[in-house]
């Protein structure tokens, strides 16, 4: 047949491959549509020639957002946020039941887990504004018990999802403003958490409210569900649309009652169905039954563009089972007998009944023999019995009814089985944050709570772990045995069993192309509430940044000086600089504005004496004159990570700076306080915030260091300011809230920012005179209601431009500058704060209560209502500054506000009594703070902010690396045994005790480690207050049984979690391949040793088992030289290896087996070990360390020495002032590696070798701890000096000649010349250096002693004298 050619894909493949991918697609543009689209681009862009945005580049104007769509949204009275998101679809048709709809998926209604999201809990079970502790557990202990929402709760939810739903699409008012100033009708979803929920009143009248900036996590959560259920409904009028259309087309062509019927069936479930899942299910029944017509339609469609489709339902491509039916098989199915429509009813009810029962008089064979033959084109009856099964199958995956049943089933059974890879098993320890979903075995799919399956996507996608989500074997078998017994015939007969068969395959086929679908679609959905839960987690660690209220100085006499949020706050921020760039500090005036700062290089150096003492000492003196000329509050030091010792070294010596001011220069206190207060502060924010493009255009003459330290200061007093500028320009992506938030999109992870700063600044308020006067607190008004970039910048504008520059009032806005329109200053009003003339504007009260404002105040006063209102601007002014003067607060207090609500409700304004409170409590505390107040670092969070260390990392039991610094010998007089003082690589310093080093007794600590070892040690504790943490080396300690004891200890009790390994975590070594050559004779004696890494090998063959491994993997072998010693082989680079000899000790026992067996102790390049296992650990990982740190190093070149030279020599053709330089491997010299450089213009190659150890790397007899150290001493000393030369070339010349006496001719007045030079001859006495000024040339072997001896010293080495002169200081 011709249509053969068309079958791209089976039926089997296209269902399996269902989902909204295809639908979300969007279909190509129609002809005349793109080019009507690219005429009104035309049209907007004012032509080629015309208009001003033609004259620069299209992308700045975009940027600038200067464009005609930008000054559309800008005069359009309308919240721009909403203008750029508007609902899909338009207003809500059926608010009431979208309401509904709501709420059923709050509560996890068809849910995977079939539990309240993150929203619907706080529904049932969050706490409310005025409630004590014991209500809110007698109605949490009711809700539990009746696990569903309070009767009458549900109504009032519904009718404030209703309210909401309107006023934010009918009336334009955004979620902010819907929440503050319209609390009492959206009160059933103010619901929350503990800490943001209002306590009940103090006062015995019920007046002082401890108001708390809320997160209003319901209402958030129901517009998402908003948002989805546009798409739905969306989705259900084009699909109606559609099956309209078929219909219609049916009818035309007089098609079957049966077909009819079953369109109108799914025209049925597509106009009630409550999710996409459900929509999907019809899509699929209705492309593969009705796939000529919806061609048609589709064509139809194309041409005329009556059906106003935005997409597609599903590619229309020809599938298996349109070209079966086309040639007429399905006109078999009444002869087949099964419908798969009853077949989805019985699956679906409580009460199975079964398909047609009938059995067909001719046997399958027979009824396949009329469709054999070239007019159909099947070969035999075999192809025409497939293809039967294949449409059945095809029909029965498609039923709607069967795939929501199957559907039930695998969100109900689905388990996830996880594994670790090769490379999980190397990374995951037993505490590592994803280390709880390492090995999960059949996990149900709905048993996964929180963020769990987002964990394990992430370690999925990174490598970690192998992932499975199926239905057990034994489910699928039920699941069988289900269908099976509604759908094949009952009856017993060689027909029947013939048809039962065929019917069989039928259901094993849909099984096929359902169950990877339908599984799939689970995890889509598990995926999809992880997301959430990310998203949740991500922005209370955003909140906790953003709701933070500023540093606040303690005053010391309120009478005097006002509250502690009365003071005008001068900040100086500190900064830390390694030298280059050096330590700087910035002071900050009350508004947050640059005034000065300072840079001190020496201030946090090291050393007590000399030189270092000096230049320290003398930092320290210009930040005390620094100190005493701005006479700063507060003083704060960024945490810089990795910065341990130096951070806080630089804030011991501001300490002595702040008592020596205490002590000498008192008046440079604050006459506030009573002392300069001196802080840690997190600088995660500050740091990224320095770097930004806000800070750059402000401080576009300025440092980094300096933008840094203004960016420090800022923090501590207007946090949302500082996040508000890293989210406008996009920079808050890179900010880190959670282990997991690579698994948001960056648009997901900006509606995160976008979300925290809307509730906190509309909450907090903006000086908007402020926000003007100072550009970098402009970025908040982007965020507040009913503003956005655009709208903010047209209001700075025009009240920039207005006369003054300043605003006056709120009313200002709309009636004289004319900046917002009415809809966009209702939703923004509550939040402009303005300080002027009109006491009211300095409050959180909308405009439109003012006139409730004064009724109160007239009530509580005795004055008269209608006078106050009309009276002048002075006395109105007066008057409210009595009523808010704290003497006459009870005058308001005692005021009955529910019978002043009651009152205003009978009038129509609806009932207000939250909102009354809310603006009585603002009479007396305007615009009070409602953020959380500013705490100090704790000491755990200062230790794990300056050395980036976690609890995961100093988890008791985890291995970590650590260097030598100092061996501590036993003191007998204070009864302590020796130690070993080690250096994690965050700087953290630890303590090996004697004991813990071997599991034999060492009689010196020298003679198991050395200062400058690389070592690995398990942690046993870790104090933070000493910064100190307790570990352990001992064989035992570091072997595989102590690691698995661990494992099981943490995670053995987890449910799900399996602590034996699975087969392929680790790679399995593969037998290297006998070669029959000479080559291939074995010269080694075979061993017997227990090790997972050694095989009997030679030295040619483990470089042959080598080849397709990782750098860094190594093979334990026999030596070649005999018994006594063993060989490490390990893959250094590509096809090359490094092999190390150890030399074993003492065998245990006697004769030739015990010759066989190993050795102890171990000695590896001059350091014993007791065990292979402690080789490893304490050689072969920090070397593999070290060697992978040089591979990755930015510098490192792949390529033959030659290669290299040739790519250093381009570079510097290309840029002829620069110096290249590189790193490579050497292949002329096995196990060594060259530091390759031009020198001079030139161009001449200079090669020097360096090798890598456990320690770090050997470069010209000197050990470096990393890369970067080494190359920045090449960098220092690009040539090496010459008393290593004279070293180098002393070790290739034989030895010197013995002393001779001098010639005759020298015995009398050439005496003291003969022995001068004889003394010159001498290397060991040479200077090693450059000649001091005015001396000769050095001859060879270097200047004598007494030659340079009255010269200046060295750095470091003063006189005493002059180290007791610079020992002073504070």
């Known amino acids: 047949d011709d249509d053969d050619d068309d079958d791209e894909e089976t039926d089997a493949d296209a269902l399996a491959g269902e989902g909204d991918e295809a639908l979300d697609a969007e279909p190509k543009p129609k002809p005349k549509a793109k080019k009507a689209k690219k005429a009104k681009k035309k049209k907007s862009r004012g032509g080629v020639s015309g208009g001003w945005q033609s004259r620069f580049e299209p992308s700045i104007v975009k940027e600038q957002m200067l464009t005609a769509e930008d000054d559309e949204i800008r005069a359009t009275d309308w919240p721009e946020r909403m203008q750029l998101n508007p609902r899909y679809g338009g207003k809500p048709e059926d608010p009431e039941a979208e309401a509904k709809w709501i709420l059923d998926r709050l509560m996890g209604l068809n849910s995977v887990r079939d539990v309240p999201t993150y929203g619907g809990d706080l529904l049932l079970t969050g706490w409310a504004d005025d409630v004590d502790l014991e209500q809110h557990r007698a109605r949490e202990h009711l809700v539990r018990t009746q696990n569903q929402l309070p009767k009458g709760e549900v109504e009032a939810v519904t009718a404030a999802i209703v309210v909401l739903l309107k006023a934010v699409h009918e009336d334009g008012l955004e979620v902010a403003y819907v929440a503050q100033n319209m609390r009492d009708v959206v009160e059933p979803l103010m619901r929350g958490r503990r800490d943001d929920s209002r306590p009940p009143p103090r006062d015995a009248n019920g007046a002082v409210l401890e108001r708390r900036v809320h997160r209003r996590d319901v209402i958030h959560e129901i517009m998402e569900w908003d948002r989805r259920f546009s798409r739905l409904a969306q989705r259900r009028k084009e699909m109606m649309k559609k099956i309209d259309a078929a219909a219609e087309i049916l009818e035309r062509d007089a098609a079957p009652e049966q077909d009819l019927s079953l ?30 017509q919806l061609t048609e339609v589709e064509q139809s469609g194309k041409a005329d563009g009556s059906l106003g489709l935005t997409r597609q339902l599903r590619p229309l491509n020809r599938s298996q089972y349109a070209h079966h039916c086309k040639k007429g098989i399905r006109d078999l199915l009444p002869t087949y007998g099964a419908d798969p429509r009853d077949l989805g009813a019985s699956l679906g009810s409580y009460r199975r009944t079964r398909v047609s029962q009938a059995v067909p008089d001719m046997s399958p064979e027979a009824v396949a023999e009329v469709y054999v033959g070239d007019e159909t084109g099947y070969a035999d009856v075999a192809s025409v019995i497939r293809s039967l099964v294949h449409v059945a199958a095809a029909e029965i995956a498609a039923e709607p009814a069967v795939r929501a049943w199957l559907r039930r089933a695998i969100r109900r059974k689905a388990c996830v089985w996880t594994q670790p890879t090769p490379a999980g098993t190397e990374a995951m320890d037993p505490f590592h944050p994803l280390a709880e979903i390492k090995r999960l075995q059949g996990k149900p799919a709905c048993e996964f709570n929180g963020a769990e399956f987002g964990a394990v996507l992430k370690a999925h996608r990174d490598g970690l772990i192998k ?65 959430a839960e990310i998203r949740r987690l991500c922005g209370e660690s955003l909140w906790r940044r953003v709701a933070l209220a500023p540093w606040k100085p303690d005053v010391r006499d309120h009478d005097q000086f006002g509250a502690d949020d009365e003071v005008e706050v001068r900040v100086l921020a500190a900064v830390w600089g390694p030298g280059d760039p050096p330590m700087t500090f910035a002071m900050l005036d009350a508004d947050g504005e640059l005034v000065d700062f300072l840079q001190c290089p020496n201030i946090a150096a090291g050393g007590k004496f000399g030189a270092a003492s000096t230049r320290r000492q003398a930092d320290m003196d210009r930040l005390l004159q620094f100190m005493i000329e701005h006479r700063p509050h507060v003083c704060v030091v960024a945490t810089a990570p990795g910065q341990l010792h130096a951070c806080r070294n630089l804030k011991e010596n501001i300490t002595l700076v702040i008592g020596k001011i205490l002590e000498d220069h008192a008046r440079a206190i604050p006459e506030e306080v009573n002392t300069i207060q001196l802080h840690f502060i997190d600088d995660t924010v500050p740091a990224l915030a320095a770097s930004c493009a806000a800070m750059r255009t402000e401080f576009i003459e300025h440092s980094t260091e300096i933008r840094h330290a203004v960016a420090l200061g800022r923090y501590i007093r207007n946090s949302a300011a500082v996040v508000a500028a890293l989210a406008a320009g996009g920079e808050a992506r890179a900010l880190n809230l959670g282990p997991l938030q690579d698994a948001l999109t960056p648009e997901e992870k900006m509606g995160i920012f976008e979300r925290a700063l809307i509730d906190v600044i509309n909450q907090c308020g903006v000086d908007v005179n402020a926000a003007v006067a100072h550009p970098w607190q402009q970025y908040q008004l982007h965020y507040v209601a009913g503003l956005g970039p655009r709208k903010a910048g047209s209001l700075v504008a025009a009240v920039r431009g207005s006369s003054g520059g300043a605003l006056e009032s709120r009313d200002q806005l709309v009636s004289e500058l004319g900046a917002l329109g009415p809809c966009v200053y209702k939703n923004a009003a509550t939040t402009l704060l303005v300080i002027d003339d009109d006491v009211l504007d300095r409050t959180r009260i909308h405009p439109e209560r003012y006139d409730h404002t004064l009724e109160i105040i007239a009530n509580a006063f005795d004055y008269d209502f209608e006078q106050l209102k009309s009276a002048s601007a002075s006395v109105r002014r007066k008057t409210l500054e009595r009523a808010m003067d704290p003497d006459n607060w009870e005058k308001l207090a005692v005021l009955d506000l529910r019978a002043y609500a009651e009152y205003l409700n009978g009038q129509g304004s609806g009932w207000l009594l939250s909102g009354l409170r809310e603006l009585r409590m603002e009479l007396r505390d305007p615009f009070g703070e409602i953020r959380m107040s500013w705490q100090p670092l704790s000491t755990w969070e200062e230790f794990s902010l300056l050395t980036g260390e976690t609890r995961e990392s100093l988890s008791p039991g985890k291995i970590v690396h650590c260097t030598v610094k100092r061996l501590v010998p036993p003191r007998r007089e204070e009864g302590t045994e020796g130690h070993v003082v080690v250096q994690l690589e965050s700087g953290v310093m630890g303590h090996i005790a004697k004991s813990d080093l071997s599991d034999r007794p060492v009689d010196r600590l020298e003679h198991k480690v050395a200062v400058g070892q690389v070592i690995a040690a398990r942690i046993i504790n870790a104090n933070y207050e000493e910064n100190t943490v307790y570990l352990k080396c001992k064989g035992s300690a570091l072997s595989a049984e102590e690691s698995k004891r661990i494992e099981f200890q943490t995670w053995g009790n987890k449910l799900y979690y399996s602590c034996e390994q699975l087969d392929g975590e680790v790679a399995k070594p593969t037998k290297p391949k006998k070669r029959k050559d000479a080559a291939s004779r074995q010269t080694f004696i075979s061993r017997n040793i227990d090790h997972p890494l050694f095989q009997n090998i030679s030295a040619q063959q483990a470089q042959a088992y080598l080849e397709n491994k990782d750098i860094g993997d190594i093979v334990l072998r026999p030596s070649s030289k005999g018994v006594t010693n063993l060989s490490i082989t390990m893959k250094i680079f590509d096809s090359m290896v490094q092999h190390f000899d150890i030399k074993e000790g003492k065998k245990p026992g006697v004769g030739h087996t015990a010759n066989l067996a190993l050795g102890t102790p171990l000695t590896l390049e001059g350091t014993d070990y007791d065990d292979l296992d402690e080789v490893y650990a304490r050689f072969v990982e920090p070397l593999v360390s070290s060697l992978k740190k040089l591979i990755k190093h930015r510098k490192f070149l792949r390529g033959t020495r030659r290669e290299v030279d040739q790519r250093l020599k381009a570079e510097l053709a290309r840029y002829p002032d620069t110096r290249p330089y590189a790193l490579s491997v050497s292949h002329e010299h096995s196990g060594f590696f060259c530091l390759s450089a031009i020198l001079s213009r030139s161009g001449n190659v200079r090669h020097e070798y360096l090798s890598v150890k456990p320690g770090g790397f050997r470069f010209r007899q000197r050990e470096f701890g990393d890369v970067d150290r080494l190359l920045n001493f090449f960098k220092q000393r690009p040539v090496p000096d010459r008393d290593q ?47 001091p000024q005015g001396m000769p040339p050095m001859p060879q072997g270097g200047y004598p002693q007494a030659a340079y001896q009255n010269y200046p010293p060295q750095q470091g080495r003063y006189p005493p004298q002059q180290q007791q002169q610079w020992q002073g200081g504070y």
């Not at 049925?268 to 299910?281: K, M, W």
Request: proline share 8%.
């Open 467 to 531: 992932l499975r989500i199926a239905l057990p074997d034994v489910v699928i078998q039920e699941l069988t045995n289900e269908m099976e017994s509604a759908y094949v015939i009952e009856e017993v007969s060689e027909m029947a069993d013939a048809w039962n068969r065929l019917r069989r395959d039928a259901l094993a086929g849909a099984k096929a192309a359902l169950l990877p679908a339908l599984t799939r679609e689970a995890a889509v959905a598990l995926e999809r509430a992880a997301a």
């Open 1285 to 1331: 030369v004279r070293q180098q070339q002393q070790q290739q010349q034989p030895p010197p000649m013995p002393h001779q006496p001098p010639p005759q001719q020298y015995q009398h007045h050439h005496q003291q010349q003969w022995q001068q030079q004889q003394q010159w001859q001498q290397p060991q006495q040479a200077y090693g250096g450059y000649p």
């Open 263 to 292: 369109l109108s069936s799914l025209a049925n479930e597509c106009e009630d169905a409550p999710t996409e899942e459900v929509l999907s299910d019809v899509e699929a029944c209705l492309t593969l039954r009705f796939h000529e």
